[in-house]
């Protein structure tokens, strides 16, 4: 039975920092895709961030320049570093993962459904 379970959120100030972490209890951990999607109240989940099994990180537009997405396989782990945070970044923010392999092109990486574990969901508040 996989797990994820995400660390690292809280209550930030405007133009602050956080670091959050993901623990999966995989085997083979460096063989699947990971993804961070947020979701704020009374909105749909949103695709945020993913790192490919092979290292190929994305971002999404709304995040791009500020949160960087990593891994460290040793340690079954992958980050989401978050920079000059705005209030509207406040949402629960997930972890997923997925062992699809896509050899075409499209933003597969982007889409919900396409993951198979997600984390319970940890909170993240921008607010002065």
């Known amino acids: 039975q996989v797990q994820l379970v995400e660390s690292g959120g809280g209550l930030v100030q405007p133009g602050g920092s956080l670091r959050l972490s993901c623990a999966a209890s995989?085997?083979?951990?460096?063989?699947?895709?990971m993804g961070w999607f947020r979701q704020a109240p009374e909105k749909e989940r949103d695709f945020v961030a993913a790192?490919?099994?092979?290292?190929?990180?994305y971002h999404s537009d709304s995040v791009k320049g500020r949160f960087t997405i990593d891994r460290d396989n040793a340690k079954n782990t992958v980050y989401l570093q978050m920079n000059s945070l705005k209030p509207e970044d406040t949402a629960v923010y997930y972890c997923?993962?997925?062992?699809?392999?896509?050899?075409?092109?499209?933003?597969?990486?982007?889409?919900?459904?396409?993951?198979?574990?997600w984390g319970q969901g940890t909170q993240v508040t921008v607010s002065s």
């Open positions: 997923a993962m997925t062992s699809m392999r896509v050899l075409s092109g499209g933003k597969w990486y982007e889409i919900r459904s396409n993951y198979e574990y």
């Open positions: 995989a085997r083979s951990f460096n063989t699947y895709t």
């Open positions: 790192i490919i099994w092979n290292g190929n990180t």
